[in-house]
């Protein structure tokens, strides 16, 4: 009933930008904190951001990315700026638990399919 649908990768240059969208339905979106979490190949899987109310971000993408969610559209969306290489992955949007800050997969319930963001040297 809780349906997560990632949308926006593609490929990029480096130096370049991309933004993520996010729609979630199934519950009262703005009662729950929002994630994005990425898993490059070989690695395991990894917090990048996050929106409660509060924004929260991995040192690896501070400055670099900004979330935002509007409640109205049940949707939220991950600005990626001066990308590199290393940010190639596959990106998942995620509903978590509500208004706190959540830095773990495992605080997670529901998970989008994923979207491929590829970054070119």
């Known amino acids: 009933q809780v349906h997560v649908l990632e949308s926006g990768g593609g490929l990029a240059q480096a130096g370049g930008s991309l933004r993520l969208s996010c729609a979630a339905s199934?519950?009262?979106?703005?009662?729950?904190?929002m994630g994005w979490f990425r898993q490059a190949p070989g690695k395991e899987r990894e917090f990048v951001a996050a929106n409660s109310g509060n924004t929260y971000y991995a040192d690896s993408v501070k400055g670099r990315f900004a979330i935002a969610r509007d409640n109205a559209k049940n949707t939220v969306y991950l600005q990626m700026n001066s990308l590199n290489p290393e940010d190639t992955a596959v990106y998942y949007c995620?509903?978590?638990?509500?208004?706190?800050?959540?830095?773990?997969?495992?605080?997670?319930?529901?998970w989008g399919q994923g979207t491929q963001v590829t970054v070119s040297s």
């Open positions: 199934g519950r009262p979106f703005s009662y729950y904190t």
């Open positions: 995620a509903v978590g638990p509500p208004g706190r800050r959540a830095t773990m997969a495992q605080e997670y319930d529901y």
